[in-house]
């Protein structure tokens, strides 16, 4: 059940009419799914949603703002165990969210992993092939 204070409700009525200087962005790379977040956020504007496995949406679900319902207190952003969210200004958040998905997250490393075959372990080989073949199918 979140935690709802009444002193936040007004600014909850006049959200339509001014917009929050800032917003919480999650960056889902660091996200557990913990939940303490949730709890936090005094317009129940955290979202739980499925994992990243298509044939597991229910192993590490994770969470997401909804950024037309944050009022930009830093509730949230100030007791995340794990400091994975962060606030930015109300432009550069709706920027940025889409980039701090999990999907997203985990394409940039791979993008960013030097494929040097003969260096690399085998493990860590056969994620390089499997990135590079997931890029090519993209193109
Ligand atoms: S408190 Fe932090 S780690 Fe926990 S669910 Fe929220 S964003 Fe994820
Ligand atoms: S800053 Fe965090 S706690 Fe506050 S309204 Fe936005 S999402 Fe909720």
């Given at each position: 059940?979140?935690?709802?204070?009444?002193?936040?409700?007004?600014?909850?009525?006049?959200?339509?009419?001014?917009?929050?200087?800032?917003?919480?962005?999650?960056?889902?790379?660091?996200?557990?799914?913990?939940?303490?977040?949730?709890?936090?956020?005094?317009?129940?504007?955290?979202?739980?949603?499925?994992?990243?496995?298509?044939?597991?949406?229910?192993?590490?679900?994770?969470?997401?703002?909804?950024?037309?319902?944050?009022?930009?207190?830093?509730?949230?952003?100030?007791y995340c165990p794990w400091e994975t969210i962060e606030m930015f200004s109300f432009e550069d958040a709706y920027e940025i969210a889409p980039e701090w998905t999990l999907e997203a997250v985990v394409e940039k490393q791979?993008?960013?992993?030097?494929?040097?075959?003969?260096?690399?372990?085998?493990?860590?080989?056969?994620?390089?092939?499997?990135?590079?073949?997931?890029?090519?199918?993209?193109?």
């Amino acid at each position: 059940m979140p935690f709802l204070d009444p002193k936040y409700q007004k600014a909850a009525e006049i959200r339509v009419k001014r917009r929050p200087k800032q917003l919480a962005v999650i960056n889902q790379g660091g996200c557990t799914g913990c939940q303490v977040c949730i709890d936090f956020c005094p317009v129940d504007c955290i979202e739980l949603v499925p994992g990243p496995d298509p044939d597991n949406p229910s192993v590490h679900k994770l969470v997401e703002v909804d950024l037309p319902r944050c009022i930009g207190c830093t509730l949230c952003a100030k007791y995340c165990p794990w400091e994975t969210i962060e606030m930015f200004s109300f432009e550069d958040a709706y920027e940025i969210a889409p980039e701090w998905t999990l999907e997203a997250v985990v394409e940039k490393q791979w993008e960013r992993e030097p494929v040097q075959e003969e260096e690399v372990k085998p493990r860590r080989r056969d994620r390089a092939k499997r990135a590079a073949k997931a890029k090519a199918e993209k193109e």
